[in-house]
């Protein structure tokens, strides 16, 4: 867990600081009055400041869940939250329900390693599902933690016999912590992501719900 954080943090500040110093004098490079005498030249460094503004925000996407740095600050639900409702895309609906899940539950690792769970299965359903609604769950019932994605896309389109790379480490994840994780096809069309860990802790936790349409 330490060598992903240290990692998201030279993404974030190391890579992250690099494209931010190329965005600014890209920008300054469009303000030259010589440069704007050609609108084709302009309109490139245009398209050039867009992409790296572009690339500055999944550079600090991916350190945020790469790292996990929310996770000890926030708890393991608002770090998922965060995380899932920071995608742009305004032709999907994201739908989040949860409750707090009682930190004495959870040592660091174990909540880091559910943490990359759910952030591998919600970035595969932004990115592959093609679905228009997706809805994530975190929440705790006697004692049982449940993570579920589930999506309305096109289901799963890989033959059990050939994971993915993302699929394999998340299930190397789930037997680190003692979890179960299924990817169960849903009826109705999409593929559902569930992930339990019992725990002998029935503390109850604040109840977060809320319905999140990215833009």
């Known amino acids: 867990m330490e060598e992903a954080q240290q990692l998201a943090a ?3 500040d190391g890579l992250g ?7 600014l004098l890209v920008s300054a490079l469009r303000r030259n009055p010589k440069v704007q005498q050609y609108p084709d030249v302009h309109q490139c460094l245009a398209n050039i400041s867009d992409l790296m503004i572009h ?3 999944s550079c600090r996407r991916v350190s945020e869940g790469f790292g996990g740095f929310l996770v000890p600050q926030q708890g ?3 770090a998922l939250l965060h995380f899932a409702t920071q995608f742009e895309d305004g032709n999907i ?3 989040f329900q949860g409750r707090n899940i009682p930190a004495n539950w959870l040592d660091e690792a174990t909540a880091y390693y559910l943490f990359g769970i759910g952030r591998e299965a919600i970035f595969n359903a932004f990115r592959h599902s093609h679905a228009k609604i997706i809805k994530v769950t975190c929440d705790h019932v006697d004692g049982i933690i449940r993570l579920s994605i589930e999506d309305n896309g096109i289901g799963l389109v890989e033959p059990l016999s050939g994971r993915g790379i993302g699929r394999s480490i998340m299930e190397f994840r789930a037997r680190s912590i003692g979890a179960e994780l299924s990817f169960t096809a849903v009826p109705t069309g999409g593929l559902r992501v569930d992930c339990l860990l019992s725990r002998p802790n029935t503390a109850s936790g604040g109840f977060i719900g809320t319905s999140h349409q990215t833009q």
Do not use: D, N, P, R
Request: glycine letters at 6%.
């Open 55 to 57: 690339a500055m925000v």
């Open 17 to 23: 600081q690099e494209l931010a110093g190329i965005s």
């Open 93 to 95: 609906h994201v739908e």
């Open 76 to 78: 393991l639900t608002a």
């Open 10 to 12: 030279e993404i974030h």
